[in-house]
Structure formats: C-alpha cells, structure tokens
C-alpha cells in the first residue's frame, strides 16, 4: 500500500521505517527537502539524507512536497506540529485528500510558557476537528498522538498491555485503522474506540499530564492502562454504568448533579 506522510520529523521518521518493513510504500514530506531536523535532544536527518540512507537497505521510499506525499498516498498519516497542521494541510491540498484516510497524531501544543505546554485549540473542539471542519471529505482518525514515537508503532517496548485511545466519525474509517494499522501493523492489543471525533478533545487535553509525567520518571517510555473496579464487567452493561457515574456523562445527568 502507499503511504504518505506530511511531515518528516521524529514521529515521520518512526512511522515511516515501519510502514516500509510491513512491505509498504512511503513517502514522507517536507517544506525543505535539504533541511536537518534540529530538536532539543539533537538533530535528525534532511527528507533527503533519510531517503538516501533507507533506500540504500532496499526499501521503496521517496520525499516530496506536503502535496506530493497527499496525493501519492493512499492512506495519510499527519505527522506535523499542531499549531501548524492546517497550513501544512492546507498546502497539502484538498483534493489530494480527498476521500482517504487520514490518521492524524498531531498535538496542538504551545511550548512558550515552559515544558508543560498549553493547548493552542481545547475544551470545546480540538486540534483534529478543526481540520475535519475543512477537509470535509477526509476521513479523520485521531489514534496514536497520546504516547511517544517509539511506543506508537511498538508497543512491546512497555513491561505491560496498555491502552491506545481511538476517535472519529466514520466507522469504516475506523475499522479499518484500528483492525490493520493499529492491530496487525503495529501490534496493538488493546485499542479502546472513544467515538465521535469529539473524543480528540480529551486525547489532545491528557498531553499537559503526560508532559508532567515525561518531567517526573525522565523517561518518555510510559502509557495508560485502565483498571475497572472488582465489581465492574467489561460489559456493555458495566460500561453503560461506568459513563452515567462518570464525569462525560450527558448534559441531561450533569444538569441532575448540580
Ligand atoms: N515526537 C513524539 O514522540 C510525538 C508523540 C505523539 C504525538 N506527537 C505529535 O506528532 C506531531 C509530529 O511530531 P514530531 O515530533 O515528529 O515533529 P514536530 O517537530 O512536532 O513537527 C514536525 C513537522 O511539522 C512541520 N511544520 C512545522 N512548522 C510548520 C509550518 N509553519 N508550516 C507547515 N509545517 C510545519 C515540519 O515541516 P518541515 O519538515 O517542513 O519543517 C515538520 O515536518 C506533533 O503534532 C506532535 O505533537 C509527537
């Protein structure tokens, strides 16, 4: 299958070599194919040295402009900084995103106040609705964005099963990438579907608690994992009583608290 990336950074970077390993195509992007990543822990490589080096072990990968790698791929990964991802979709094109899939990780995050960022869209919409707002007939996953690079597409490096949120609002969309991306590519067991993609709110809102956590253990190697109480079933009926107890309840029960 192909995939393109928009973005190149450590999360294209990750992604990508997976993709390719899983007999995949790929082609990831960037506004300058020449120009090194600079991040705080160091550097990563230009689209153009990256490329280089993994096409000399034999795989199939190639760099383009954010349109270039829209178009060619069949299924989209968005792999940019959040505040800047509709500008990068936007360059990517409509068109080219017309009627595919799109996974989207990103983070709408604000660094200039400290290591714990602030959110630059939150509470009442997020990062991913804002771009399904304009890329209307995109089909929009939100998955993957709530736990580090390495973790997303390997999974085992943590000591247990943990939880990996999911969100959108087409269900074939979301078959699709929960059952062959999220399942079998990269070797999820536990992927929890949160609905709507409403749900991102709440993915993108938990980023301030990882990065005080990231700050706490020194480590980004971390994720969640949810543990029902001993009365609870994982049944529809021990979920249906979970949500009216909880705090995401409908507005009808939170009017009936107050
Ligand atoms: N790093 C992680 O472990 C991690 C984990 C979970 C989620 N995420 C999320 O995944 C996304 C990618 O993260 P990352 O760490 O790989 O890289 P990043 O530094 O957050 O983003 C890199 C990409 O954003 C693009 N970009 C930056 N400014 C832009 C602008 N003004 N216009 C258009 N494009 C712009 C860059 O384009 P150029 O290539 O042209 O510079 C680059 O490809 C982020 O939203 C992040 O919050 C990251």
Known sequence: MKIGIIGSGQVAQTIAPKMLELGNEVMISARDLSAEKKEDWGKLPSVNMWVAEISRKGFKASGGSFADAARFGEVIFNC???????EALQAAGYDNLKGKILI???NPLDFSGGPVPTLTVCN????SETLQNVFKETKIVKA?????????TNPGVLEEDTVLFMAGNDAGAK??????VLKKWFGWKNVMDLGALSSARGMEMYLPLWATIYGLVKTPDFNIKLVMGKKSKASSAGRKAV???????TG???????
């Open 144 to 152: 993957l964005n709530h736990l580090a690079a390495e973790i997303m």
């Open 80 to 86: 940019t900084e959040g505040s800047h991802s509709m």
């Open 252 to 258: 009808h029960n939170n009017k009936r608290r107050q």
């Open 104 to 106: 989207d990780l990103a």
């Open 175 to 180: 078959t699709w990438v929960m059952d062959t």
């Open 243 to 249: 949500k009216e107890r909880s705090l995401v309840g």
């Open 124 to 127: 009442s919409i997020s990062l």
